[in-house]
């Protein structure tokens, strides 16, 4: 049991062609290549992060693995994520820490991280998810998990489906949050 | 999320045809019914189970649900599961807790899981995997998930990947241990 590869193949089972999909965090751009084939052309896919690098990145990547029609429906914001500029979403993903390869003190920050979060409870779609990666390989990673294990936990459990998984015999191994809104009834 | 739904899955993805599969607590049979499906009459499927009324009702269900081919490959053992008869396994579940519908004072024990896990240890095949369902709703189960989680924790990660997925914003959900032996290196 790969817990990015769960990630993934849940994100499989909740997106289809023609969904609006928030990448919170673009770091190298390896979950919007993995979002956009989902999506294959049809919807919007959105990439936020605040480091222009991570912008590049994942831009370069996308525009030599992509399609033309799957490029067609991305767009990036150079900027943090406490607020989406977009009103609804199916899917909002995270992938906290640092950008792979790039400056380590530039992590995510647990406080923005938090309002962001609270941003994408407000966004996302009945029957959508948010999901979170978290790596606790630093100080301030370890700190973030803790305060969004505690959000998480005070969802009220008649609007949301929280759940954890993670690797328990490895230190350090990552740990994946997904947050369901439940679908609205009657 | 479904936490019993992601257990199937996992199931399906690494039970073929011809493998030994044991469910080390048939409880009401429907574990080894989707297990069963899965085999498609080719291989073994044991069912162990410390109460009579357990293994008929599973016999029972397996009878009425399964095609001759299906349930010719199974067989049970009216035994504790502290040990395995079989050598080796490709899958072992257990489905913690009481009889649902049963005597609620007839749970499994903390000290016999434990050494039932051990001894799943020893006969799980390389690339094969243990799979834990708890359920904290009573005493023994608090108790018994606290062991389950330090017996896991402690699996040296060169030969054991172990996981862990529950649902966090709700009392007393179900939570899932996945315990899978590495492939032998070399």
Redesign the interface.
């Known amino acids: 049991?790969k817990?990015t590869s769960l990630a993934h193949e849940?994100w499989s089972k909740i997106v289809s062609p023609g969904d609006r999909v928030i990448d919170a965090t673009c770091g190298n751009g390896m979950d919007m290549l993995a979002l956009s084939k989902l999506l294959d052309g049809q919807g919007e896919l959105i990439g936020y992060d605040i480091q222009k690098e991570a912008i590049q990145k994942s831009e370069a990547l996308l525009k030599k693995s992509l399609t033309h029609d799957q490029f067609q429906i991305i767009a990036f914001h150079h900027q943090s994520h406490e607020t989406f500029l977009e009103k609804s979403a199916k899917l909002i993903v995270y992938n906290l820490g640092y950008l792979p390869g790039g400056d380590k003190s530039l992590t995510t920050q647990t406080e923005t991280t938090l309002q962001s979060l609270q941003s994408a409870c407000c966004v996302i779609l009945p029957g959508g998810t948010i999901s979170v990666m978290c790596y606790v390989g630093h100080e301030e990673g370890r700190r973030e998990e803790e305060a969004i294990?505690e959000f998480?936990?005070?969802?009220?459990?008649d609007r949301?489906?929280?759940?954890?998984?993670?690797?328990?015999?490895?230190h350090q191994a990552p740990s994946l949050?997904?947050i369901?809104r439940l679908r609205n009834i009657g």
């Open positions: 049991m817990i849940y294990q998480v936990q005070a969802l009220p459990s949301w489906c929280c759940s954890h998984h993670r690797i328990i015999n490895r949050y997904l369901q």
